[in-house]
Antibody, heavy 122, light 107 residues
C-alpha cells in the first residue's frame, strides 16, 4: 500500500524553527517528485514547496522562500521541510504529497499523507 | 505569477442535479490542471488531472474539461457523498498554485 506519514509538527514560538518529516512506503520513492502543501485552519490549500526525484529541481512559494528548505533522503525514503523564522501565519496542517507519475517535474498529486499540525504561537 | 480563481465560491444543489464549477487561470496553462475533492476533516483526493483525465477509482459522474485559461469540473448527478470543497490546481510550472475552492452542499 502506498503510504505517506508526516511527523514533526507541534507548538512553536514565533521566530523559532521546526523540521517536518514525511516517511514514504509502498512505491519507489526515488522515482517521484514530492511536495509539501499546507492548510490553515478553516482555509484553503496552499502549495508550499516541491522537490524533484533527484533533488535537482526545487521550488518554493513566495510566502516561505528564504525561510523554508525542502530536502529528501532517498536512502531513507524520506522527505523533509526545515522551517525557520516561523510566523503566526505559518500555522497550518502540513501535508506531504507525491506526484502521480514517476520522473516528471509537473504533475498532479495522487497520494497525500494525513498531515502534521504546526502551531506558531507565543 | 499565474493566479487561479474559482466560481462560485459555494453552491447548494439538490440530489441528482448537474453541478458545474469553473476555474480560471490568469494566463494560459495548456491542460496542466487538476481537480481535488476535500471532504470535511479529510485529506484532499485527486479527481481529475490533465484537465479531463479521470483518476482511477473516481466515479464517472465527475468530468473535467477545458484548456488554456478556462476549465470546468462537472458532477453530472450530485450525490450526498459529494458534499465537499473542490479545488483546482495548476501544475505547468514550478509554482503549483491552488484555486480558492468551491464548497458544495446539498439543498
Amino acid at each position: 500500500e502506498v503510504q505517506l506519514v508526516e511527523s514533526g509538527g507541534g507548538l512553536v514560538q514565533p521566530g523559532r524553527s521546526l523540521r517536518l518529516s514525511c516517511a514514504a512506503s509502498g512505491f519507489t520513492f526515488d522515482d517521484y517528485a514530492m511536495h509539501w502543501v499546507r492548510q490553515a485552519p478553516g482555509k484553503g490549500l496552499e502549495w508550499v514547496s516541491g522537490i524533484s526525484w533527484n533533488s535537482g529541481s526545487i521550488g518554493y512559494a513566495d510566502s516561505v522562500k528564504g525561510r523554508f528548505t525542502i530536502s529528501r533522503d532517498n536512502a531513507k525514503n524520506s522527505l523533509y521541510l526545515q522551517m525557520n523564522s516561523l510566523r503566526a501565519e505559518d500555522t497550518a496542517l502540513y501535508y506531504c504529497a507525491k506526484l502521480t507519475q514517476e520522473l516528471l517535474l509537473f504533475d498532479a498529486f495522487d497520494i497525500w499523507g494525513q498531515g502534521t499540525m504546526v502551531t506558531v504561537s507565543s | 505569477d499565474i493566479q487561479m480563481t474559482q466560481s462560485p465560491s459555494s453552491l447548494s444543489a439538490s440530489v441528482g442535479d448537474r453541478v458545474t464549477i469553473t476555474c480560471r487561470a490568469s494566463q494560459g496553462i495548456s491542460n496542466y490542471l487538476a481537480w481535488y475533492q476535500q471532504k470535511p476533516g479529510k485529506v484532499p483526493k485527486l479527481l481529475i488531472y490533465a484537465a479531463s483525465t479521470l483518476q482511477s477509482g473516481v466515479p464517472s459522474r465527475f468530468s473535467g474539461s477545458g484548456s488554456g485559461t478556462d476549465f470546468t469540473l462537472t458532477i453530472s448527478s450530485l450525490q450526498p457523498e459529494d458534499v465537499a470543497t473542490y479545488y483546482c490546481q495548476k501544475y505547468n510550472s514550478a509554482l503549483f498554485t491552488f484555486g480558492p475552492g468551491t464548497k458544495v452542499d446539498i439543498k
